[in-house]
């Protein structure tokens, strides 16, 4: 009986040891998460601003290709001499023109040249109030003439990963 006491007593100490972690165990495991937190948070905003970066070339991609076609069809005379403003360039007046759309030239039918489907929502700025420039307008302009529309930027004053500013994009 007393072989057995023994041997219970070894086994018993064997158990309560190995029935769960020390406390330095646990300190250490939750160290590694961190870290591994810690390194992967900056790749996620990295990660996601370069999506936003992508976002905002294809929005401007695409209004400044609307622009380019209303400009061919108005130089083409393609479009209504009614929906084009005198002294624009054959320019759109604003980006809405470019989604309502103008008449086309000799069609009696009064079918309508739409350019944009919609006006694209800034990714930056989460709004769809655009920077526009007129052709008038100098280079480095900060404000809109007002007269035209010859190209379109991100009001948002931030720096892309690049370096460069968004709205010289």
């Known amino acids: 009986m007393t072989g057995f006491g023994i041997r219970d007593s070894a086994f018993g100490k064997l158990a309560k040891r190995a029935a769960g972690y020390t406390f330095i165990e646990l300190i250490i495991v939750s160290t590694m998460l ?3 937190a810690s390194a992967i948070m ?11 970066e992508a976002e905002l070339r294809r929005a401007l991609r695409e209004m400044r290709t609307a622009i380019d076609k209303f400009k061919d069809a108005a130089d083409l005379g393609q479009i209504g001499s009614l929906d084009i403003k005198v002294g624009s360039e054959n320019y759109p007046a604003d980006l809405e023109t470019l989604v309502e759309g103008v008449t086309a030239a000799n069609d009696a039918t ?3 040249l739409k350019f944009l489907r919609h006006i694209p929502v800034d990714p ?4 769809m109030d655009w920077g526009l420039r007129s052709y ?5 302009s900060t404000s809109w003439g007002g ?6 930027h991100t009001t948002f004053g931030g720096r892309a990963l690049d370096g460069t500013k968004y709205m010289d994009w």
């Open 110 to 112: 009064g079918r309508k």
């Open 147 to 152: 007269q035209d529309v010859f190209d379109v």
């Open 42 to 52: 900056p790749l996620t905003r990295v990660t996601m601003q370069r999506t936003r």
């Open 136 to 140: 008038q307008d100098k280079p480095d």
């Open 124 to 127: 930056m700025t989460h709004s």
């Open 34 to 36: 961190l870290v591994l």
